[in-house]
């Protein structure tokens, strides 16, 4: 039985996935895997059981991802699990850039008195354009930025895409109003809104920065519901200073924006609704079974998506250095040991391989402790039927 350890509170509807083979518990001890929300992980001693990490969520920021993957822990998102719950934040966003709601109703709570007096007499300074055919840049088209793209273009609004990484299915899902640039500079140069939707990397991290908003036009509205460390908050506030950015949105409130009249920081609740939290569970439970019972690499992020249909008895998963030879190293091993191999995948994901074997020889523990001696390799696992 396999040893579920939770470190958030996590859907049940996710959780009645796993059935009786798996226990589930609030024991990190002996755990098999760990199912994980928003919890910071860096400073949590895993112990040699742990094969699995799924975050319920996409960001993976809380998990030390590195660590994992020298032990040979695969690690795990959820992503496009909670797509709809942020898109629809994002169109909130939108229209609290522009109408001055917040404003509005946070003046409002001052009234005393003749108050449809002071209503009528005050409410044009809360005055905010429309968002029917203004333009929009959305950076970013993953499961998130196309939605966003799609709703707001059936809003009424002319939407231009940017993402040089686009995904074959992500163009599938794009409706054919959406305008893709080719360049990053040709959505700032022409938007009147800017939604952010781009994972944190080296190379995306503060990519909004002061050479980037000098390129914008005057008054854009900015959206980040994707990474606060996206946008370099310090040039930020300068734009705004100088009047190139009329209002930041942003679902990351941190020191220095807090209170910023043309600033609106929203309490991290993107992702926050019941339908989300279950999708998210959901998707991780199935991710994790897969995992265990099936060696299948799903939506891992450090690494390879691997998986293989199974008709043997057995099945060796091998983690392991994407050097040369490594494979030739493994499959003699395997023809010295007696081991006839029905079938076979290897994938790479940077200095990173991952095979599966397939199998109808029995695999015991003698035989596979040559493959684990292996300079380079990492984790070795044995599956059966």
Known sequence: MSKIYTLNKISSKGLEGFGQCYEVQESLQDADAILVRSAKMHELELPKSVKA???????????PIDACTQKG??????????????KEMVIA???LSSRKIIEGVNWVQTLKGNIAKEVESGKSAFTGPEILGKKLGVVGLGAIG?????????????????????????AWGISRHIRHAHTLEEVLGQADYITIHVPLTPATKEMFNEEAFNKMKKGVRLLNFARDTLVDN?????????GTIEKYVTDFPVE??????????????GA????SEDNCAVMAVKEL???LEQGAITNSVNFPECEMPWHATFRLTLIHKNIPAMIGKITSIIAEEGINISDMINKSKGEWAYTIIDTDTKVTDIKIKSIEALDDMIKVRVLSK
Do not use: W
């Not at 966003?148 to 231009?160: D, H, K």
């Open 53 to 63: 990490i799924v975050r319920a969520g996409a960001g993976v920021n809380n998990i």
């Open 73 to 86: 822990i695969v690690v795990f998102n959820t992503p496009g699990a909670n797509a709809n719950a942020v």
């Open 93 to 95: 966003g939108l229209l």
């Open 146 to 170: 196309v939605l966003v793209a799609n709703a707001t273009q059936a809003l009424g609004m002319e939407v231009i895409g940017y993402d040089p990484y686009l995904s074959v299915d992500a």
């Open 234 to 242: 310090q040039a930020l506030v300068k734009a705004i200073e100088k």
């Open 256 to 269: 220095g924006l807090i209170g910023h009249p043309q600033i609106i920081t929203i309490p991290h609740l």
């Open 272 to 275: 926050s609704t019941p339908e």
């Open 289 to 291: 079974k897969d995992y």
